[in-house]
């Protein structure tokens, strides 16, 4: 297959206005995310492949068809995305994906709703497939180096008076955080802070030549003994927050993006869908190096060969 070839980082911002103001060129746009200059067939991967036009204009095909000559099957640039089967406008997708990858502490449907002038239905529909394209893959290799571990609630009521700071009397989501220094994120909800469940994290998520780092909840102990770079903590409880290079500021600092968007943003947010804003929060992280244009692009090609629909089990 020939080599595909990409819109440069100055030609990708130039048109990501207009992509997301105009349907042809919203398509167009995709298209060259996808496929370069190299378009190919979405159900056999032949590159024999031509636009289908309309008969008596000449103008492209309303539908933006495109036909394959070996396998004679037709396709637009939806099909094998999140936005298969919507009948969203693209230039609304493209807003969207913008807005999602350039508002550090998120966007929320209500906004894209009011700019869009599509229904909040709309809006959620398509903001949900946004961060669900944003979700990490399950092949990624894991942490390594020093890795900060840490854990948080999110949402939910204020805690009772008296609770343990641990959570215990709040509906407040538990969320647990691994953090490379200089380097990934991977924060994921988790059905309690038992040390169990925070071991079983730790070891699904960091590789075993790295250093921990945490605090001093108790819970942590005894995970040192499995990692080549052994187990250290600063005392919070006696107000120790870094001694040398131990503290766990990197998770904690990210974690207070989490919040603010939650409080800020979307001011509530549900147990079952908080992990969706996590991912859509941990792929701005991860991608912090790049600029708005270039993460946006990487996040319309990691929505291709993802579909979420209602019926289907999700990964959380």
């Given at each position: 297959?020939?080599?595909?070839?990409?819109?440069?980082?100055s030609e990708v911002i130039g048109a990501i206005p207009l992509a997301c103001s105009d349907e042809t060129a919203a398509v167009e746009f995709l298209e060259?995310?996808?496929?370069?200059?190299?378009?190919?067939?979405?159900?056999?991967?032949?590159?024999?492949?031509?636009?289908?036009?309309?008969?008596?204009?000449?103008?492209?095909?309303?539908?933006?068809?495109?036909?394959?000559?070996?396998?004679?099957?037709?396709?637009?640039?939806?099909?094998?995305?999140?936005?298969?089967?919507?009948?969203?406008?693209?230039?609304?997708?493209?807003?969207?994906?913008?807005?999602?990858?350039?508002?550090?502490?998120?966007?929320?449907?209500?906004?894209?709703?009011?700019?869009?002038?599509?229904?909040?239905?709309?809006?959620?529909?398509?903001?949900?497939?946004?961060?669900?394209?944003?979700?990490?893959?399950?092949?990624?290799?894991?942490?390594?180096?020093?890795?900060?571990?840490?854990?948080?609630?999110?949402?939910?009521?204020?805690?009772?008076?008296?609770?343990?700071?641990?959570?215990?009397?709040?509906?407040?989501?538990?969320?647990?955080?691994?953090?490379?220094?200089?380097?990934?994120?991977?924060?994921?909800?988790?059905?309690?802070?038992?040390?169990?469940?925070?071991?079983?994290?730790?070891?699904?998520?960091?590789?075993?030549?790295?250093?921990?780092?945490?605090?001093?909840?108790?819970?942590?102990?005894?995970?040192?003994?499995?990692?080549?770079?052994?187990?250290?903590?600063?005392?919070?409880?006696?107000?120790?927050?870094?001694?040398?290079?131990?503290?766990?500021?990197?998770?904690?600092?990210?974690?207070?993006?989490?919040?603010?968007?939650?409080?800020?943003?979307?001011?509530?947010?549900?147990?079952?869908?908080?992990?969706?804003?996590?991912?859509?929060?941990?792929?701005?992280?991860?991608?912090?190096?790049?600029?708005?244009?270039?993460?946006?692009?990487?996040?319309?090609?990691?929505?291709?060969?993802?579909?979420?629909?209602?019926?289907?089990?999700?990964?959380?």
């Amino acid at each position: 297959m020939a080599k595909r070839h990409h819109l440069s980082k100055s030609e990708v911002i130039g048109a990501i206005p207009l992509a997301c103001s105009d349907e042809t060129a919203a398509v167009e746009f995709l298209e060259k995310q996808r496929w370069g200059n190299t378009p190919a067939c979405v159900k056999c991967g032949s590159v024999d492949v031509y636009k289908m036009k309309d008969a008596k204009t000449g103008e492209r095909n309303r539908r933006y068809l495109w036909r394959c000559h070996d396998c004679k099957e037709q396709y637009t640039v939806r099909v094998g995305t999140v936005y298969e089967e919507s009948r969203i406008e693209l230039r609304h997708w493209c807003y969207a994906f913008w807005r999602a990858c350039t508002s550090k502490k998120g966007v929320s449907a209500l906004e894209i709703k009011r700019h869009c002038q599509i229904s909040y239905k709309s809006a959620l529909f398509l903001m949900n497939r946004i961060r669900f394209a944003m979700a990490p893959n399950a092949d990624e290799p894991k942490l390594t180096g020093i890795v900060e571990c840490d854990e948080t609630y999110v949402g939910g009521k204020p805690r009772y008076k008296g609770a343990s700071k641990r959570g215990r009397g709040t509906s407040k989501t538990p969320v647990f955080a691994a953090v490379q220094r200089n380097g990934k994120i991977r924060r994921r909800v988790v059905t309690d802070v038992t040390g169990e469940t925070l071991k079983d994290a730790i070891r699904e998520e960091i590789d075993t030549q790295a250093r921990i780092i945490t605090d001093d909840y108790p819970d942590y102990k005894g995970i040192g003994s499995e990692y080549a770079g052994g187990h250290d903590s600063v005392c919070h409880s006696t107000k120790e927050y870094v001694r040398g290079d131990v503290h766990t500021n990197t998770a904690e600092s990210s974690f207070a993006l989490v919040k603010r968007g939650i409080v800020g943003i979307y001011h509530n947010v549900s147990r079952e869908y908080v992990h969706r804003y996590i991912w859509q929060l941990d792929f701005t992280w991860n991608n912090r190096e790049m600029n708005d244009g270039e993460r946006m692009v990487a996040a319309i090609r990691s929505a291709e060969g993802k579909r979420l629909r209602y019926q289907s089990p999700e990964v959380v």
